[in-house]
């Protein structure tokens, strides 16, 4: 039995006796290089770049974290998320609609702003009252949504890229294409420690490992952690893994599943696809730093 959605931490512990368990029903090397995916969650820091495709566009984060730092803090630049966005004044958005925050863990986040770095229920709320505020989830808060095809901006869609106030209030009216780009942080070395605890079955291919992830894998993959107003309700999905001299390299999971997505207190479901490929870098020898002053708000103590 997995835990609750939060617990990936727990996950990515127990993957390693969960897989050793069960790593005599598979010949070859392929739990070997399963194995060397979790040597992620014992490096002391890393860097990564995730892409991601999913119904409404086609994004990147670009992330660093050290897990030896106190706080275990990551420093992560990604598209500005719609709960975000309407509570940012027009002033403090970037040009280029992307963000950085930063995080101890997975859950705590600060978002740097023109006033300097805030949690994000400390950010001015400049639209909140506004009827026309889209759904969090649909295109992201990005402005209009922008995906495999390029601009959604017809079939019932406002001029802004949105459902205008009346079609919110129809849920049949909704706009098909849901970016189910989040705000709480899903680091690689928790990915792949759910995987590794939630494959039904997995097969080697030269340096390359490919299977099949679970249903409650899949939700754990779909929805991260803190995403309270998100819950999954179905999920499905495959992966694959490129192994390089005992070593992880690059990732991809192909999910797709339903959420069921709060907003202003009505719940919508929507179904879901994304690709995301992962490429890990710098293992052991990323250094950044994170600013006192975001140390502080997230309630880390900055070194002396």
Same mark, same amino acid.
């Given at each position: 039995m997995f835990p609750s959605?939060?617990?990936?931490?727990?996950i990515t512990l127990a993957g390693i006796a969960s897989f050793l368990a069960v790593a005599a029903c598979y010949a070859g090397q392929a739990e070997l290089a399963t194995v060397a995916a979790m040597k992620l969650s014992e490096a002391s820091n890393y860097c990564w770049t995730t892409t991601v495709d999913d119904d409404a566009r086609t994004y990147a984060i670009d992330g660093q974290t050290n897990l030896a730092d106190k706080g275990d803090l990551s420093l992560v630049n990604l598209p500005m998320v719609a709960s975000v966005r309407r509570r940012l004044a027009r002033s403090t958005a970037n040009s280029d609609n992307m963000m950085t925050a930063a995080y101890s863990g997975d859950e705590k986040v600060v978002i740097q702003t023109a006033d300097g770095w805030r949690k994000p229920e400390q950010l001015t709320s400049s639209s909140d009252s506004n009827p026309n505020t889209p759904p969090s989830g649909w295109g992201g808060g990005m402005g209009p949504m922008m995906g495999r095809r390029g601009r959604r901006g017809m079939g019932g869609m406002g001029g802004s890229g949105y459902p205008t106030s009346n079609e919110q209030t129809n849920s049949s009216r909704l706009p098909a294409a849901y970016s189910n780009l989040q705000l709480m942080l899903s680091r690689p070395h928790e990915e792949l420690g759910i995987i590794v605890a939630g494959y039904t079955d997995i097969k080697m291919d030269g340096d390359t490992v490919s299977g099949t992830l679970s249903e409650t894998a899949a939700k754990l993959l779909l929805v991260?952690? &803190?995403?309270?107003?998100?819950?999954?309700?179905?999920?499905?999905?495959?992966?694959?893994?490129?192994?390089?001299? &005992?070593v992880i390299l690059k990732y991809e999971v192909k999910l797709e599943g339903t959420l069921a997505v709060k907003t202003n207190g009505d719940r919508h479901e929507v179904t879901v696809h994304e690709t995301a490929t992962t490429e890990i870098k710098n293992i052991g020898a990323t250094k950044f730093d994170v600013p006192a002053e975001a140390k502080k708000k997230l309630g880390v103590v900055p070194a002396a």
């Open positions: 959605t939060g617990s990936t931490k727990f991260h952690a &803190g995403q309270k107003e998100i819950t999954p309700l179905t999920g499905s999905g495959t992966f694959r893994l490129w192994v390089k001299d &005992g």
